[in-house]
């Protein structure tokens, strides 16, 4: 259940769950091309994030052997870690049976692999830091 609009910091930091159920919806809407990709630590398994790839991103990830993505919200291409330093290196990507997603398995170059930060300040490992409690609250697991 979609709650209310809220600042990043409720959204990232919070624990009422707000789900964006109409995420998708807005990417075919904004005439994004692209596909999701799940972000996978190769060695523990670890789902880090998922995020979304056009032809333009995928070309870039397989030649620098790194993880970019493509920013739906920016609308631009986005190499991860280029800022913080926290690069995802390639091991594969792998594609789906009916060839409408993808899956890179990387390794954390870094510290981490969210652009959120914990209470002690350093990068999390993953973006999938809080538990849904119930259908309308979360809670941290770190």
Not at 82 to 110: F, H, I, K, M, P
Not at 124 to 132: F, K, N, Q
Request: aromatic share 8%.
């Amino acid at each position: 259940m979609l709650t209310r609009m809220s600042t990043t910091n409720d959204l990232e930091e919070g624990t009422a769950q707000q789900l964006d159920f109409n995420k998708i919806g807005s990417i075919g809407q904004s005439g994004h091309q692209v596909v999701p990709v799940v972000l996978q630590e190769a060695d523990s398994g670890d789902v880090l994030f998922v995020g979304y790839a056009n032809e333009t991103a995928l070309r870039m990830t397989l030649e620098l052997e790194s993880a970019v993505l493509y920013s739906t919200s920016r609308e631009e291409i986005w190499h991860k870690g280029a800022t913080s330093g926290d690069t995802l290196s390639l091991v594969d990507v792998r594609v789906n049976c009916e060839q409408n997603s993808l899956l890179y398995r990387v390794r954390r170059e870094g510290q981490g692999a969210c652009h959120t930060r914990g209470q002690d300040g350093s990068t999390r490992s993953g973006c999938y830091y809080r538990v849904l409690a119930n259908e309308n609250e979360l809670f941290f697991v770190e």
